[in-house]
């Protein structure tokens, strides 16, 4: 027996015995995220399934094949549409949606319509410990059975539309079997760091049409395995009072006591390009809040787009900004981090450089590395350049990480580097396609080691599932 199917079997062992998650049952407010099913509380042992990509209720149970137990599984995401609510995603990376009412299994395409269509937020169900499914963009209508088959149908103040509208979430019937994304659901460009005791992961929310998404979350874990969701800590329709949307790719640092989030942002009228700027906290989790009410660099103000932040401290205490997509730009951040002399802005010219600029030291060498081509290609890769100074001059050493076609991997890059504290390893973030199957748009977020060669040089990074 190999070991998805030594998981399987315990799995099922467990699911048998113990239907319902003790530690974390759903609420009227909140939903546990990662892998579950969803079990009817009027017809105990049937699970929301998809059959012919159409929701139903079916039967599973132990003795089911690999494939009905597969299809009665669902990742439970943050809400496509909204993150107080929720999305299912299936194991086959579709989402589950409303279309004429029925609930179906479509790819996301990130219009407005469609996140709405699958989003749901819950609210208590008919029995305790259960949950009815209420629809974002219909509220007057909730997820219910219907001759075993799903729909979203006005909600009725009956006992039987209760039963039918409630599930009990349990443990999944085909468990995770690998350990990315590491986050469930759509994110992209994580950065990763460490503060007091803890990494933390601030990455791009994705899953938007044109990367339109408008907010930030934070994440937090002791072992870079078990991570928990600190929520929105910068809205830019609430926060921003210049950016309205493409909250993309943060970088936070620590100096002076506080956290300083760098991020870029466009406005929703106007169209004049993606601006950059700076928030601040007394918490790495938020919230925080507009440093400066203004961009810290206005779009066009440099070559290529101001997005794509970075920031790197030296050992003695001064901090760098780098930013960038199309071209390369780099300056020492003054001692408030939220102002710098626009004469001593630098452009970096590495061959290949397209955005996703990170900066580390190791040992006295400086490692300069960014992401190569369009993030929406399969060739999306990370390559890097070593230089004695933050501000090069650097040597391009070549790619590091790419795709693995034979895993299903894709369009790997937009990295960051952290350092377990006191070692000399290092783990890398990146994003990727979602497996199986993402895009541009619909990307996730996972890690894996990053080790260096004797002479310095750093080994090719092998992507893992
Ligand atoms: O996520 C939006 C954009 O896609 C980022 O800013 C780029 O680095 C690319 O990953």
């Keep these: 027996m190999d ?18 998650l003790p530690s974390a049952p759903a609420s009227a407010a909140t939903l546990p995220t990662g892998a579950r099913s969803l079990e009817s509380v009027n017809y105990p042992g049937r699970f929301i399934r998809h059959a012919d990509l159409l929701g139903r209720i079916d039967p599973v149970t132990s003795g089911s094949t690999a494939l009905a137990k597969s299809d009665a599984t669902f990742t439970v995401v943050s809400g496509l549409a909204s993150p107080s609510c929720y999305s299912f995603q299936a194991t086959n990376g579709l989402f589950l949606r409303h279309r004429d ?23 208590d169900g008919s029995v305790a410990g259960s949950v009815s499914l209420v629809s974002f963009n219909h509220p007057d209508r909730r997820l219910r059975h219907r001759n075993f088959e799903l729909w979203v149908d006005a909600y009725q103040d009956t006992a039987q539309f209760r039963a039918d509208s409630s599930f009990r979430l349990t443990a999944p019937w085909t468990p995770k079997t690998s350990k990315g994304p590491v986050i469930p659901g759509l994110y992209a460009d994580p950065h990763i760091t460490f ?5 933390y992961l601030y990455p791009t929310t994705d899953g938007y049409a044109s990367w339109s998404a408008p907010y930030y979350k934070a994440f937090s874990s002791a072992d870079l395995v078990n ?24 970088a ?34 938020g919230p925080f809040r507009d440093a400066l009410g203004k961009p810290l660099i206005l779009a066009g103000a440099y070559a290529g787009q101001a997005i794509d932040p970075m920031v790197f401290t030296d050992d003695n205490g001064q901090s760098y900004l780098y ?20 004469a001593a802005v630098r452009t970096i010219t ?60 894709k369009g790997t890059g937009h990295h960051s580097v952290v350092q377990v504290p006191g070692t000399d390893t290092w783990h890398v973030a990146y994003h990727r396609f979602a497996v199986p199957t993402g895009s541009g748009t619909n990307r996730e977020v996972t890690v894996d080691r990053m080790t260096f060669n004797a002479d310095g040089t750093i080994a090719p990074i092998l992507p893992t599932l």
């Design 323 to 342: 930013w960038g997509n199309g071209a390369a730009h780099v300056v020492p951040l003054n001692a408030d981090m939220v102002s710098f002399d626009p």
């Design 252 to 285: 936070v640092v620590a100096k002076n006591g506080r956290y300083y989030l760098y991020f870029s942002g466009g406005a929703a009228s106007g169209n004049t390009g993606k601006h950059l700027g700076v928030a601040v906290s007394d918490s790495p989790t």
């Design 101 to 123: 009412w029925r609930l179906r299994l479509e790819a996301n395409t990130g219009t407005p319509t469609f996140q709405a269509d699958a989003t749901f937020c819950p609210t």
């Design 195 to 199: 503060f007091n005791g803890r990494y």
């Design 227 to 250: 991570w928990t969701d600190h929520g929105v800590i910068l809205d830019h329709g609430r926060d921003v009072s210049w950016a309205d949307n493409s909250a993309w790719a943060p």
């Design 350 to 409: 590495t061959p290949g450089f397209r955005e996703a600029s990170f900066v580390l030291k190791r040992n006295s060498t400086y490692y300069f590395m960014w992401s190569e081509n369009d993030t929406r290609d399969e060739n999306y890769q990370v390559a890097y350049a070593t230089g004695p100074s933050p501000l090069g001059p650097w040597t391009k050493r070549g790619v590091v990480l790419q795709k693995r076609l034979e895993l299903g991997i």
């Design 3 to 20: 070991r998805r199917a030594r998981l399987l079997a315990v799995s099922s062992l467990i699911v048998a015995s113990t239907l319902t």
